[in-house]
């Protein structure tokens, strides 16, 4: 109904692309839609998605890596939960982890990575999260200094996995462009760590704090661009269907 009352074309638009297509917005303003250099290659870290997609051809997509299990910004909230933080838990995580990270104190901790060394481009988070649960039941007493340990001992194995399967698909792939989107994207830790692999060659590309997450924006670029993909041909409104849980 608002589509027709404000004369938007209606565009069915899946939820991902949305992300990868939101590096492009701004947070107020105007913003046009700049010209990447192919292969380009996304990084989709969030609380329900943690995927690597390869675009060879504009708005072509082909998924060549994916969590097996948990994703990563699932992960995150669920360690959080365990250390007693408040929600949203990923922010709170990296907060900690930050401190601990700038502390002179030695980590008495250390957690797996999981299949960090796989010949695939697949993720697991859920062994890493499990063993966290398991640390957290030995130790008697859970304090600030604590829970900043264990939150920096999760934290770096998580981006240390992300950061070396991203590496080897930019290698493999001969990427020009790296995409990194999703709620994770707005980790200052993976930020610092993905500006380290890609260096100058590469164009890096984040969506602003704001629009990492979930937002309108993000939808509203992604319906545009396939509308203009479309040759502006729209469907009948009966005939678009939502499904959530749509691959890419």
């Not at 913003?31 to 504009?58: E, N």
């Not at 060549?64 to 929600?87: N, S």
């Not at 200052?188 to 993905?194: C, D, G, H, P």
């Not at 997450?213 to 992604?222: L, Q, V």
Request: proline residues 5%; aromatic residues 8%.
């Amino acid at each position: 109904e608002l589509a027709e009352k404000w004369k938007v074309p209606l565009v069915p638009v899946n939820h991902m692309e949305g992300h990868v297509l939101s590096v492009f917005g701004k947070d107020k303003g105007s913003f046009k839609i700049q010209k990447l250099k192919a292969p380009i290659l996304t990084l989709l870290v969030s609380g329900g998605h943690t995927q690597l997609v390869l675009t060879k051809k504009w708005m072509d997509y082909e998924i060549i890596g994916e969590t097996l299990d948990d994703a990563v910004g699932e992960a995150f909230d669920k360690v959080a939960r365990m250390l007693d933080l408040p929600y949203p838990g990923g922010p709170q995580i990296s907060k900690l982890a930050e401190k601990a990270r700038n502390s002179s104190n030695e980590n008495p901790f250390s957690l797996p990575r999981p299949m960090l060394y796989s010949k695939n481009f697949d993720f697991s988070f859920s062994g890493l999260k499990t063993a966290v649960l398991y640390l957290i039941k030995k130790i008697k007493k859970l304090d600030d200094d604590t829970k900043a340990q264990i939150a920096l001992e999760f934290e770096n194995p998580a981006i240390e996995c992300l950061t070396h399967k991203t590496k080897k698909a930019i290698e493999k792939y001969d990427v020009k462009t790296l995409i990194v989107s999703g709620g994770v994207a707005a980790n200052k830790y993976l930020r610092s760590e993905m500006k380290k692999i890609t260096g100058k060659k590469i164009k890096l590309m984040f969506p602003t704090q704001v629009l990492s997450g979930d937002n309108s924006i993000m939808i509203g670029i992604a319906g545009y661009l396939n509308y203009v993909k479309n040759k502006k041909k729209v469907p009948q409104p009966d005939s678009i269907k939502a499904t959530g849980n749509l691959r890419l």
